[in-house]
């Protein structure tokens, strides 16, 4: 409970007028949800170092060509592997290109590949638990016997094969991540939805004849939100460190794509004249991945009493 | 209890069908003939033909599935395209560094993550807790292949304490080692903390200083007992983890193991070799999962009522 949906509200003083209705406090929460859930978040002081950082990096990824004078793709054989440097504040790799600028044009493939698969796999596996919850016997076994040979798989080893099958592309990454990542949400809509299914206000939109599919999408779905915020947020970092995964081994993004991960893998070959081409990006995933974590832990929080069902 | 291993042995069955499953259809629909890649050469198309008829290659795929699956029943999972050898027996050779490695990471797991953690749980918020929680957020937040090129770079390059990469001595494994557990190191001392600090609410606890106990019996005689159970089985998971999460660990330090081998298979295009470590290593994962379960019905008796 406690979303605002007024179709809700109104069942449930339907059911109030009926003399069905026992408490109160149930019909709905005194304020928002989202201020509450704004006011929660801003408590804490780590989820809004997270919330900075992400907003600074997507600043970094949307102006990225008017922070730097360089080219990320522009090979200059003059500066190789130079150390950082007022003209290159991070240094050169070994094409001569500039580090940072490379690293703020991986910042827009970062997020992407943060958000894009993990947004799949969380359409897939919201749909499957909703419906494997929802309708139960035999549907719900097989969708949750699919979840559980997913989740049998080591999850880098599936993305590994999924891209060998595939081929090693962007969009394919995203297809990898999400064919991977989707059963684990659907384990947990599906054991939110057996909770709000036993629910009156289900119950009450059951009896007044409301059509399955409208009540699993505006009175249950909704409700699943709470928890469907927390998994996307900690979904993110997860497919980032995937992708940087996949890029080292050679399966994720292909050269010359100023991918994080790519970076460091180059600058693997480097490691005892040019620490720096490695060490830098590695940096740069290290504080995304955590901004992120904090963000996802801030929202757990503050998302925490809406959870409890 | 019998009863319950029984069917928990039961239910990994289907899922088992289903991995093998996954894996053939997934590497069985790539393009690309593995005969032309087989014999880098030009050759002429009626050999071409000739070796698909050997390898059954023209067989339709739900036919390929089950002699897939006999066989890999019967420890057979074909021959390596590149190698020419057995799938099977490369596995093996490799698993003893898989193991010997994973074995090594669990182990600096423990020692550090569930000291840590007690020592976080009895001292919240101070320094110490700060500290240990901070270090663990990092170990789950670094990417593997770069906290282990950063150890490669500190300890092997600049301080020349320990070799680069290999698999040699001791010496070797301790790098490899600590960048492979340290995730799981963070994850038992969260998951000690946490249960500790739960379980110190008890009642019982409260009893055991009111008589008049020590915090330090307190802890140790009765509250870590209890507080230890959903980080044992969280330890019995993260092995069968460990021993297939080591790919990024293994190629980063030359370590000539099984996850090794599964990217070495992706690199060269050896279909067999990936399908055979892939199969290996979640048919691993699996058994973790079962001996978990079964262990947490061991410790816990009102599992084995239910």
Known sequence: ?309 | MLKFILKRLLISIPILIGVTVIIFFLLNVVPGDPVALMMKEHISVDVVARVRAQMHLDDPAIVRYFRFLAGALRGDLGESYKLNRPVTSLILNAFPNTFVLALWAALFAWVVGIPAGILSAVKKYSLPDNLFMGFSLLGVSMPVFWSALLFQYVFAVKLRWLPVAGFEDWRYVIMPAIVLGWSSAGIIARLTRSSLLEVMRNDYIRTARAKGLHELPVIFGHALKNSLLPVVTVMAIQVAGLLAGAVITESVFGIPGVGRIAVNAIQARDMPLLQGAVLFETTLVILGNLAADILYAFLDPRIKAA
């Open chain 1, 1 to 309: 409970m406690g979303m605002n949906d007024p179709k809700e509200q109104d069942l449930t003083l339907a059911c109030c007028a009926a003399g069905t209705c026992e408490e109160e406090e149930s019909i709905a929460p005194p304020s928002s949800f989202l201020k509450d859930v704004v006011i929660a978040y801003r408590r804490n002081r780590l989820a809004m170092v997270g919330a900075a950082i992400v907003l600074i990096l997507f600043l970094m990824a949307v102006f990225a060509p008017w922070l730097t004078p360089y080219d990320p793709y522009a090979i200059d054989l003059e500066v190789m592997t130079e150390a950082p440097s007022w003209s290159h504040w991070l240094g050169t790799d070994q094409f001569g290109r500039d580090l940072l600028t490379r690293i703020l044009y991986g910042t827009r493939i970062s997020l992407v590949i943060g958000i894009v698969p993990t947004l799949l796999s969380m359409i897939i596996g919201t749909t499957l638990g909703l419906i494997g919850g929802y309708y139960g016997g035999k549907t719900d076994m097989v969708i949750m016997r699919l979840c559980d040979i997913v989740l049998a798989f080591p999850s880098l080893l599936l993305a590994m094969v999924v891209m060998y099958t595939l081929g090693a592309t962007l969009v394919n990454i995203f297809i990898a991540l999400a064919a991977v990542g989707w059963a684990g949400t659907a384990r947990v809509v599906r054991s939110q939805v057996l909770s709000l299914k036993e629910k009156e206000f289900v119950e009450a939109a059951r009896a007044v004849g409301v059509k399955n599919r409208v009540i699993m999408v505006r009175h249950i779905l909704p409700n699943c939100l709470p928890a469907l915020i927390v998994l996307f947020t900690l979904g993110i970092p997860g497919a980032i460190l995937s992708e940087a995964s996949l890029s080292f081994l050679g399966v994720g993004a292909q050269p010359p794509t100023p991918s994080w991960g790519l970076i460091v893998t180059s600058g693997k070959e480097f490691l005892f004249s040019a620490p720096w081409v490695a060490i830098a990006p590695g940096l740069f995933i290290l504080v995304t991945v955590l901004a992120f974590n904090f963000m996802g832990d801030g929202f757990r929080d503050a998302l925490d009493p809406y959870m409890k069902q």
